[in-house]
């Protein structure tokens, strides 16, 4: 049971490339969330999943597109990366509605726009 | 608006005592609260969760009590041991219906000390 992988672990891009993070779960989970994390803010949330076919904006969306045609792949997609896309990009999974149950994270993609 | 505020960025303490982490958030409607606990190069995992309508849950050497009149949680760790060594973080989901994202704190970094 691999749980929830993210590819690449590190990326290096330059300003305007675009590219995509991939995640995938192999958990039949229902959820799926993007976040970002930055020095001294925590994990902030980009996009997230409550199913196949249905996406919507976490708190910081603006650069970033999803879309969930299947249950177990969520991509993330850099449309013209900026240097302020630096960040550690994290995807997580959930199977259950239940708020108290907590989101399995994958182990992260490091992204560097220079 | 910083709705989950960490307002210590770090923690040292001995091996074998107590350490209390502090979350405080501003939005009464939150009707559950996690804790993550994070280590380097590595993916956020679950550690506890409570319930508004609790004022402590308790799994093993993890303890968490809500104060809702403070508006203030706090994660008690006893005792420490330097594996815990790690970035706590806290965080809540803005509703009970929209469980599809969590709100984070800052996060603060606990080091135990051998």
């Known amino acids: 049971n691999a749980g929830v992988t993210q590819t690449p672990k590190f990326q290096v891009l330059k300003t305007g490339q675009s590219m995509t993070l991939q995640c995938a779960q192999d958990?039949?989970?229902?959820?799926m969330s993007w976040y970002r994390q930055d020095p001294g803010m925590g994990l902030r949330l980009i996009h997230y999943?409550?199913?196949?076919?249905?996406?919507d904006q976490g708190e910081v969306p603006n650069g970033y597109n999803v879309s969930r045609s299947t249950t177990e792949d969520f991509p993330l997609r850099l449309l013209s990366a900026a240097p302020s896309q630096t960040s550690v990009y994290f995807c997580?999974?959930?199977?259950?509605?239940?708020?108290?149950?907590?989101?399995?994270f994958g182990s992260g993609t490091r992204l560097t726009v220079v | 608006d910083q709705q989950v505020k960490q307002n210590s960025p770090s923690l040292s303490v001995q091996e074998g005592r107590i350490s209390i982490l502090n979350c405080d958030y501003t939005?009464?409607?939150?009707?559950?609260f996690l804790w993550y606990k994070k280590y380097p190069a590595e993916g956020p995992t679950f550690l506890i969760s409570?319930?508004?309508?609790?004022d402590k849950n308790e799994d093993g050497r993890f303890t968490v009590f809500l104060n809702k009149s403070a508006k203030h949680l706090s994660l008690h760790i006893v005792p420490s041991q330097p594996g815990d060594s790690a970035v706590y973080f806290c965080?809540?989901?803005?509703?009970?219906?929209?469980?599809?994202?969590?709100?984070f704190g800052q996060g603060t970094t606990l080091q135990v000390k051998p």
């Open positions: 965080a809540a989901p803005p509703s009970v219906s929209n469980t599809g994202k969590l709100i």
């Open positions: 409570i319930s508004s309508i609790k």
């Open positions: 939005n009464s409607m939150f009707d559950y």
């Open positions: 997580a999974s959930s199977y259950s509605r239940a708020p108290g149950y907590g989101y399995t």
């Open positions: 999943s409550v199913g196949a076919g249905i996406t």
């Open positions: 958990m039949n989970h229902e959820y």
